[in-house]
């Protein structure tokens, strides 16, 4: 299951999903294999549920026992989409390995290394977005999800911090709705 909740100009009540989730065998690398998980907002209808024209989503992911596997947390500014358009955004949330530098002093900070072939791909959210008529914004037909099935400290025990990017498309930005 998973809970989607936005907040803004204004706060949607949160709504609760069934996850379709798959598992994938990755067995050409070390890589964690990963769950893929589909959340259905058809459900609501065409539109979808309605969210501020920027603001946060947040998404909720639950194992059967009812923890909490995974909050996805992602900020979003649409205000520019114009009325009966479409866009989304695509968060990714890698593992990349961390060393001391290389004074390695009291108060010096951790470096990442850099985001080569180290970084493994931990978690990766993917919302689709559109305007109505009238300019209100809706996440609608699915909110797809990717997540590791294994801790985040790797087999050999190296330290890990997670960067997380989020990408939408750029040229153009939005596109019409068809």
Not at 13 to 32: G, K, L, R, W
Not at 52 to 63: A, C, E, K
Not at 129 to 134: A, D, G, N, V, Y
Request: glycine residues 6%.
């Amino acid at each position: 299951m998973a809970e989607v909740g936005a907040s803004g100009t204004f706060c949607p009540s949160h709504m609760t999903f069934p996850v379709d989730v798959s598992f994938y065998s990755v067995s050409d690398d070390n890589a964690p294999s990963p769950y893929m998980g589909v959340i259905n907002l058809e459900t609501l209808g065409k539109r979808g549920y309605r969210v501020p024209p920027s603001g946060t989503i947040q998404v909720t992911l639950f194992n059967p026992n009812k923890t909490v596997v995974k909050m996805f947390v992602v900020v979003y500014d649409l205000r520019a989409m114009p009325a009966g358009h479409q866009t989304f955004l695509r968060q990714r949330t890698f593992s990349v390995p961390v060393r001391w530098d290389s004074t390695h002093t009291p108060g010096s900070s951790r470096k990442a290394l850099s985001l080569g072939q180290e970084r493994i791909l931990r978690y990766l959210i993917h919302l689709r977005f559109q305007t109505s008529r009238s300019g209100k914004v809706y996440l609608h037909r699915d909110i797809r999800l990717l997540f590791s099935r294994k801790s985040m400290e790797v087999d050999s025990g190296a330290a890990y911090e997670l960067k997380s990017y989020t990408e939408s498309p750029a040229d153009p930005a939005f596109s019409p709705r068809c």
